[in-house]
């Protein structure tokens, strides 16, 4: 397959590189940063073909009611939110208000936009499938995704989802 056909010439690149680094006696701060930048390569590259992957594949849909604070809180788990993101919760006053979906891409779609990738990026890190496919799954939940930007001062991001019926399970 593709996927295998990627992955392992990157599996040589990356055993390579941690061997040179663990053999190499006393680096100096040149080759410590060198290693660096290939690890963080490594990891750009990984997480850019995992969302290559996810935007060809056709998504399956496992829908069940959830709790959105638990989706949002799930999304946020482990994340470090730079000084420049500023993070509101508009969630209704209930604090158990219900939706129903799929609580994983939802949580993918909540943690894409915290990380801010758009459709169009200038961060060295991603190629910009975070929206696009934060819209497919907002799509494929019955939702929708609105942004709203100000150059110069920033982009809100808007997710619209159904409520649970009482009648749903």
């Known amino acids: 397959s593709v996927a295998h056909e990627i992955r392992t010439p990157l599996s040589v690149i ?3 590189a941690y061997f040179l680094e663990a053999s190499a006696k ?15 390569g490594l990891i750009s590259t990984d997480h850019i073909f995992e969302e290559l992957l996810d935007y060809a594949r056709d998504p399956k849909v496992e ?19 730079s000084t420049d ?11 158990a208000l219900r939706a129903w979906g799929d609580m994983q891409q939802i949580s993918r779609v909540l943690r894409n936009l915290i990380e801010n990738e758009p459709l169009f990026t200038t ?17 494929l939940n019955h ?3 609105e942004a709203e930007s100000t150059p110069g001062k920033g982009t809100t991001f808007t997710l ?9 399970t």
């Open 143 to 145: 939702g929708y995704l």
């Open 14 to 16: 990356r055993n390579a």
């Open 26 to 40: 006393d680096p100096d701060e040149d080759a410590k940063a060198s290693f660096e930048e290939i690890k963080r």
């Open 123 to 139: 961060k060295p890190a991603g190629i910009g499938l975070g929206l696009a496919l934060s819209h497919r799954y907002a799509k």
């Open 85 to 95: 993101i500023e993070l509101k919760r508009i969630v209704h006053e209930e604090s």
């Open 160 to 168: 619209t989802l159904p409520a649970s019926n009482a009648g749903q």
């Open 63 to 81: 829908k069940s009611v959830f709790v959105l604070r638990d989706v949002i809180d799930h999304a946020l788990l482990g994340m470090s939110l």
